[in-house]
């Protein structure tokens, strides 16, 4: 029961200083205009289309291969005696 308020409490706080930061605008001003936060440089709509491109494939790419190594059963080597 500790254990558990006591993550509680840690994620609220971090919650806390990162609302100080305006976080949630600074990163919506990222996804949706490629303003860069704490900078003045705005990246151009074909880069941040190869940005999110790039990161769905590693995702997609990992999300896969976590599904085939699920699926695919383990074997263990046979051992062979030797005559």
Do not use: C, W, Y
């Not at 609302?19 to 001003?29: G, I």
Request: charged share 10%; no cysteine.
């Amino acid at each position: 029961m500790k254990k558990t308020i006591t993550i509680i409490l840690i994620i609220l706080s971090l919650l806390f200083i990162l609302d100080s930061f305006n976080f949630s605008h600074a990163m919506m001003m990222f996804l949706l205009a490629g303003v860069v936060p704490g900078t003045n440089v705005i990246i151009d709509g074909a880069q941040m289309l190869e940005l999110f491109a790039l990161i769905t494939g590693f995702t997609v790419a990992r999300i896969t291969a976590n599904l085939f190594r699920s699926i695919k059963p383990r074997t263990t080597p046979i051992a062979v005696a030797h005559a």
